[in-house]
């Protein structure tokens, strides 16, 4: 810590209680109280370097003529910096550093210590060592911190304006490159430090300091001197990440609930006179108020998991709606980058009905698609077929991955007996359909939610399948929804149906596939061109393989079929008998291979008589 030394008498006061004497033998003929202190002085020491005490002694001695009182209850400092300002008149020595200067110099300023009364006097002297202070971070931050107690003092006299740009300055340039004093770093890391290993001498080149190397000493600052560090500095071009990072620990420092660490390390800090003391909750929201409105406004710069830990801090303390409004917007700009723990915010409040708070997730929902959905409509939404994207999986990725994050939170709060439907189909409804590339997690949302409200009606049952496309199943969430009795019948035939006709795709196309195999093993017809007997063979090994595969997986979907055939059969003994079953579900009793599209193409028009109508859109069978 930098000091300087002024005077070059040994020391000539003592104090007695509450009262400072002055050891030079000479009676005292003025007495300074200051506060509950008392200064037993002479007249000629202090009006010979303080233009304010000797308008004050003499306006004393003209009503009075005898020895005065001078009463000095609003000097900068108190007490204890009047006691090093008397030592300086009377020449005794004093050390100044960066902890008192600042002080010492409001103080000068306020007895108007001038060189019209004496030469050096403690302005200039203050001045000179202010300079030196303020090309030290480590002394910057001190000086800036003792400006609290002083500080409509310090702001006639431009020392914090001063400190607060020798400090943005600082925290904008490299330390690497400038060598800047940073406080907590050691001499080993700026000289390298000596290690023996195996007999052998080695030295430690110093490590290089991070972006963040100034964030824990301007967290001890108060609120009104950091706010104004942060402007200085972000006026000066920092990287808004940077800037956000100091935001977030200065938050979690002072803010109990977003850190349960809250700021204990304080009392280590190199101000011995700093008191560690946790704020008010009104003293809370105000600052964090102004760490939201000090937010970078840059997309991406603060995560997600940040702003919303900062939105549950304000719903607890009360903060402005604004303040919410502006952090939750903040935080469905980048919701794709949130993860489902994110997402579960406790409902705060005696009148919450549901234990999250859904209306929240619902808002920054709606800003994000409002933010993606038309940038996705514009870049031609792609087509989910088997859980492949066919278009611009770039554009659509941020919307997939909300859509997989929203059926994760949905299957969270499914649970919840106090959920609505309207609430649960109203966010579901939100993402939409060509964003998921398959539907089992919406699916298994409903199956949840479903299982918690055994008491909904079957309309509104057969309300919240509509959310699902029975296409977009995988063969697992479809081969549990076929068994699944608490979906309502008509959803059950409905993923049976499509089951259906995406066994009978299938079945056609390995006959397609046989068909042109077998048309390549003789291109050229019976014109009779000379074959090579090896390569006969193995085209005749290669077709006898193919056929025994296409049989021996024609026989497993005869299979599958057999067991969906088997599972009807078992529903229809539990619910009540449809007369829509007869003609969707008849199978042929041997597949024969067909010569002709014709004989091939399955009979479409008996599924639709039978009331399946626009099934590429996934609608319910009427």
Request: glycine fraction near 6%; hydrophobic fraction near 40%.
């Amino acid at each position: 810590m930098a000091s300087m030394k002024l005077g070059s008498k040994t020391d000539g006061f003592h104090r007695d209680d509450q009262t400072w004497h002055c050891t030079t033998g000479l009676p005292s003929d003025v007495t300074v109280e200051v506060g509950e202190m008392t200064f037993n002085l002479h007249k000629f020491p202090l009006i010979s370097r303080s233009g304010l005490l000797e308008k004050r002694i003499e306006d004393l001695a003209n009503e009075n003529g005898s020895v005065s009182v001078l009463k000095l209850n609003d000097i900068p400092g108190g007490a204890k910096t009047f006691e090093l300002v008397a030592k300086f008149c009377y020449g005794i020595k004093i050390e100044m550093t960066s902890l008192n200067v600042v002080s010492l110099r409001c103080a000068a300023e306020y007895l108007r210590m001038t060189e019209d009364y004496g030469e050096g006097n403690l302005i200039v002297q203050a001045e000179a060592f202010l300079d030196e202070v303020f090309s030290s971070w480590t002394d910057s931050i001190r000086a800036l911190e003792t400006c609290e107690e002083v500080l409509p003092f310090a702001e006639e006299t431009h020392i914090v304006p001063r400190c607060i740009d020798s400090l943005a300055m600082k925290a904008c340039a490299d330390p690497n490159v400038f060598n800047l004093p940073v406080s907590g770093q050691h001499d080993t890391q700026n000289q390298g430090a000596i290690i023996l290993w195996n007999g052998i001498s080695t030295t430690n080149k110093p490590q290089p300091i991070g972006e963040d190397w100034w964030f824990q000493d301007v967290s001890f600052l108060n609120l009104p001197l950091y706010k104004r560090l942060i402007l200085a500095v972000e006026s000066r071009g920092i990287k808004p990440e940077t800037l956000s990072a100091s935001l977030i620990y200065y938050a979690k420092s002072h803010l109990p609930l977003m850190s349960r660490q809250s700021s204990f390390d304080h009392a280590n800090h190199v101000n011995p006179g700093a008191t560690v003391s946790i704020p008010s909750e009104a003293d809370q929201k105000v600052l964090l108020e102004e760490i939201v409105a000090l937010l970078p406004n840059k997309k991406g710069v603060t995560s997600p998991k940040f702003l919303i830990m900062l939105l549950r801090t304000a719903m607890v303390l009360h903060a402005s709606p604004s303040c919410r409004e502006n952090l939750e917007k903040k935080a469905g700009a980048q919701l794709d980058q949130a993860v489902l723990v994110d997402l579960l915010i406790p409902n705060t409040g005696y009148s919450a009905e549901t234990l999250y708070d859904i209306d929240c997730v619902q808002r920054m929902l709606d800003h994000f698609m409002s933010l993606n959905h038309e940038a996705a409509l514009s870049a031609s939404p792609c087509i989910a077929e088997e859980g492949q994207f066919v278009g611009s999986p770039d554009t659509l990725t941020p919307l997939t991955l909300v859509a997989s994050l929203v059926d994760g939170f949905l299957a969270e709060v499914a649970p919840d007996v106090n959920l609505k439907p309207q609430k649960f189909e109203a966010l579901a409804a939100t993402i939409p359909d060509y964003a998921r590339p398959l539907d089992d997690g919406v699916y298994h949302a409903i199956d949840v939610y479903l299982k918690a409200h055994p008491w909904l009606t079957d309309a509104e049952r057969e309300h919240l399948c509509r959310l699902m496309n029975c296409q977009k199943l995988s063969l697992e969430a479809s081969t549990h929804a076929a068994q699944n009795e608490r979906l309502p019948l008509r959803v059950i035939v409905q993923v049976l149906f499509f089951e259906q006709l995406r066994l009978r795709t299938s079945i056609s196309g390995w006959f397609y596939v046989s068909g042109n195999l077998e048309n390549s093993q003789n291109p050229c017809g019976n014109i009779g061109l000379p074959k090579n007997n090896a390569s006969h063979q193995i085209n005749s090994k290669d077709r006898a393989e193919g056929v025994d595969g296409m049989k021996e997986r024609v026989s497993e979907l005869e299979k599958e079929c057999l067991t969906m055939k088997q599972d009807l059969q078992k529903i229809l003994k539990t619910k009540r008998s449809w007369k829509i079953f007869s003609k969707p579900f008849r199978f042929r009793e041997k597949l024969q291979p067909c010569n002709s599209k014709e004989s091939c193409d399955l009979k479409e028009p008996e599924a639709s008589a039978n009331g399946y109508k626009n099934h590429d859109n996934g609608d319910m069978p009427q």
